[in-house]
């Protein structure tokens, strides 16, 4: 069984930082997909970030230059560094894993709020 724990959620005032956790445990394929997605109240779930083991790393427009995804592989671990935050930037942010082997495997994580007001 796989799990996603993320951390780091919480209420920052616009132009602060906050960063992001994600743990993952169980049995995991070592070429994987590792990233985050966040929805904001009333919005469709949308891709943040995502760094593939392998490959390059990819942004939404809307965060480029201001979060940076990383990952340490030795402890299945993706972080995402959010800087200038905006309040646009207000959602629940969901870790995400994926890999495939015959099939696509996707695991989720349980969601952390980030709270972007002064």
């Known amino acids: 069984q796989v799990q996603l724990v993320e951390s780091g959620g919480g209420l920052v005032q616009p132009g602060g930082s906050l960063r992001l956790s994600c743990a993952a445990s169980g049995n995991i394929f070592t070429l994987n997909s590792m990233g985050w997605y966040r929805q904001a109240p009333g919005k469709q779930r949308e891709l943040v970030a995502i760094?593939?083991?392998?490959?390059?790393?990819k942004y939404a427009d809307t965060v480029k230059g201001r979060f940076t995804v990383s990952r340490d592989n030795a402890k299945n671990t993706v972080y995402l560094q959010m800087n200038s935050l905006k309040p646009e930037d207000t959602a629940v942010y969901y870790c995400k894993l994926t890999w495939f082997a015959y099939r696509e495997y996707t695991y989720w994580g349980q969601g952390t709020q980030v709270t972007v007001s002064s």
């Open positions: 760094m593939p083991s392998g490959g390059s790393t």
